[in-house]
C-alpha cells in the first residue's frame, strides 16, 4: 500500500489507523483523512498517529491505491456522489459501510471496480476484532490481500461471499454486545450470591478468558469441553440444568437469527433509497 485515504475519522477509521501505523504497515505521512466539519477530530488524528488530514478531494483521492468508506449509510450517497470522478480501475474501495451492497456502490458511480466490504465489530479498537470480507466481482487477489492485511492488524479475518454479510452481522458485528449482555448478568449473580463486585469482575472475566483461550487452543468441541467440566451431581451440572431450564441456548440461537434478519431489512430498504441514484449501465 502506496498510500491510503480515510473517508469518515469515527472509531473504526481510527482504530484501522492505529492498527496501520502501530504495525507499521505503511508510513503515518500516507495515510490521509477527511470528514465532514469535526476539526477537533482532524486535529487529534494528525497529532495522535501523524496521518495528513484534508478537506479537498484531489490531494485526499490523488493516487490513493485504496480508499476506506467509513461513513455513516445516510451519508453514502453523498459520499459516492462526490468522488465517483476520482475512482481509477486501479484503485480498491473497502466499505465498512453496513447494509450498503457493492452493486449499491457501483451504481451511484457509474462503472465497474473494485470493492471489498468489510464487516467488522467493535473490538477493533482493542485489536480483537472479527472481521468479515466480502469482495466483488473486480477485486483481484491482491487487492483482496491487501484489504486482509488492513484488518489483521486489528484482529482476524474471515472470508465470506457477499450474501452472508447479514449472517456475520448478526452473529459477531453484534456479538460483542451479547457478551457484554452475559457479562452484565454474571455481574447481578454475583451481586446476589455475595460477592463484592471488584472480586466478581476480576473472576468473570478471567473465566471469559480463560475459556475463549481453551476454544482456540483446544481441538475438543465447545460441547466436549463443556461435559468435560459438568461432574454427574455436581454443581455445573445443577446450574446448567436452570439455563436448560430457562431455553438461554434457544434464546441465543432467536437473538442472532432476528439480528440477522434485521441486518437484511436494514440493507433492502438501503437497497432500495439507493437505487433510484443508480444510473442503468
Known sequence: MKKIAF?????MAEAIISGLVTQRVIQPANIFVTNKRN???????????????????QPLLQDADLVVLAVKPKDILETMQSIKGYIREEMLLLSVVAGVHTSSLEGIANKQFSIVR???NTSATVGKSATALAANGHTKESQLQTA???FETVGTVAIVEENQLDAVTGLSGSGPAYIYYLVEAL??????????SQTAKQLILQTLLGAADMLQKSPKTPAVLRKEVTSPGGTTEA???ELQAHQVQE????????????SKRMGDQISKELAKYVVPQ
Open 239 to 241: 446450574g446448567l440444568k
Open 7 to 11: 473517508i469518515g475519522a469515527g472509531s
Open 148 to 150: 486482509i492485511t488492513l
Open 251 to 262: 434464546a441465543f440461537i432467536a437473538c442472532v437469527q432476528e439480528a440477522t434478519e434485521q
Open 118 to 120: 468489510a464487516m467488522p
Open 39 to 57: 476539526d477537533d477530530r482532524f486535529n487529534y488524528l494528525a497529532e495522535q498517529y501523524g496521518v495528513t488530514t484534508t478537506r479537498s478531494l
Open 187 to 196: 455481574e447481578r449473580s454475583a451481586e446476589t450470591i455475595g460477592l463484592d
